[in-house]
């Protein structure tokens, strides 16, 4: 394809637009993996529960963002048993968390993906909402209302994840657990009820991204492996931990993405992440916000 600046620019412009959803995608990971260094290899796959929630509280007339919004109590119990389950079973015992914690959670994402599959079948399944379809016109540049949706839903996770991490106690407190839990319990707080919380907020978020990903585009239960290696990468390539840097990663992917996928065609759009992934490990290991 020959280069223009007009396609250049389209590119640029539906390349943020894609990275704010990665960013709202990725969020609950940077908690889980970043923060609290739990394998958590199943993200995806509760993203895709997320979303199917959403598609079934929709047969009932509710909006996604309103469906997602009313997921997040139940995704947040789920979380915090969920990792209870992992810290009796792994941490607690002195076991290898590394190694087995990747097959729990793999586990619990093959459980996952075969109960949906059982359920709803393999056909793909959609949400239905009045600014799912519709666009904006800018002269002759039409940007989906779904992807203006995922941008603010993206901002509007990364600002209120960024404010409570740093302006409240607990906040503070899920930032240090993973780094001196001497410390934290000094301070007068339970690190294992700390990872609960943080494990159990981390899962919450999925529900609120599992209805960004139906708005964006229909989903189906294997759809998790599509998202493994995007999240994962989002996460490393902004410092593991980082909200601000995770939206940054997030808005560089979807770019660098979307770019290629103009120029190059689809095929090469998937290699992307992975080869971001190993451009910033060997030049940065830390990432690219990482301290």
Avoid at 228 to 246: D, P, Q
């Amino acid at each position: 394809m020959a280069f223009s600046f007009d396609l250049l620019l389209e590119a640029i412009i539906f390349g943020l637009l894609l990275g704010c959803f990665y960013a709202a995608v990725s969020i609950g990971l940077s908690i889980a993996f970043g923060l609290l260094d739990v394998p958590h290899v199943a993200h995806p796959a509760l993203l895709i529960l997320g979303s199917y929630g959403v598609y079934l509280l929709g047969q009932y007339g509710v909006d996604p963002i309103l469906a997602g919004l009313m997921l997040t109590p139940f995704f947040f119990l789920f979380g915090a048993a969920l990792y209870r389950m992992y810290y009796e079973t792994f941490e607690k015992r002195g076991n290898s968390a590394a190694v087995s914690g990747l097959a729990f959670f793999f586990g619990i994402a093959f459980i996952i993906e075969v109960l949906l599959v059982v359920a709803f079948g393999v056909d793909q399944r959609s949400a239905e909402a009045a600014y799912i379809g519709g666009s904006l016109k800018i002269d002759d540049l039409r940007i989906p209302y779904r992807l203006l949706v995922a941008f603010g839903v993206a901002l509007f996770l990364t600002i209120t994840l960024t404010v409570y991490l740093s302006k409240t106690f607990t906040g503070r407190a899920i930032k240090a657990v993973g780094q001196d839990e001497a410390a934290l319990r000094l301070m007068g707080a339970d690190p294992v009820r700390i990872k609960q919380f943080a494990f159990g907020l981390a899962t919450a978020v999925n529900a609120l991204a599992g209805a960004m990903l139906i708005i964006v585009a229909p989903v189906e239960p294997t759809m998790d492996r599509i998202y493994i290696g995007r999240t994962f990468c989002v996460v490393v390539l902004a410092g593991l931990g980082s909200m601000s840097g995770t939206l940054a990663a997030a808005l560089i992917l979807g770019v660098t993405e979307s770019i290629v996928l103009m120029f190059f065609g689809a095929s090469w759009a998937p290699a992307v992440a992975f080869g971001l992934l190993l451009v910033v490990l060997a030049v940065r290991p830390k990432g690219l916000f990482g301290r």
